[in-house]
């Protein structure tokens, strides 16, 4: 059983800097994407960035050049960073973390990912 736990988020102002962290545990395997998806109120939940075991990316439009994924290097430690810069109100959502086992090459898509963190709240104050 995969289990993800989100950490790192808060409140902060407009133009400031955050880093989510997701452990990941359960699973072992060679393969696998890992991403961040966020929500907020009113909304669908959306794609922001996804790495896999390649070390592939991929973000969505609004947040290329403000936000960076990566991955531990100790890929035994199995944690995802969100690195998240110059922030925006428009960024204020619940940031989730998702996992999904055996494949690579994931895209931005709620449906290519089957285990879900609780989530974390970001706000940006403007």
């Known amino acids: 059983q995969v289990h993800l736990v989100e950490s790192g988020g808060n409140s902060v102002q407009a133009g400031g800097s955050l880093r989510l962290s997701c452990a990941a545990s359960g699973y072992n395997g060679s393969r696998y994407c890992m991403g961040w998806f966020r929500q907020a109120p009113g909304e669908e939940r959306e794609g922001v960035a996804v790495i896999d075991s390649t070390g592939a990316t991929s973000y969505t439009d609004s947040v290329k050049g403000r936000f960076t994924i990566s991955q531990d290097n100790d890929k035994a430690k199995n944690t995802v960073y969100l690195q998240m810069n110059s922030l925006k109100p428009e960024d204020t959502a619940m940031y989730y973390c998702?996992?999904?086992?055996?494949?690579?090459?994931?895209?931005?898509?709620?449906?290519?990912?089957?285990?879900w963190g609780q989530g974390t709240q970001v706000t940006v104050s403007s």
């Open positions: 998702a996992a999904e086992l055996g494949w690579v090459g994931c895209k931005l898509y709620r449906s290519d990912f089957g285990y």
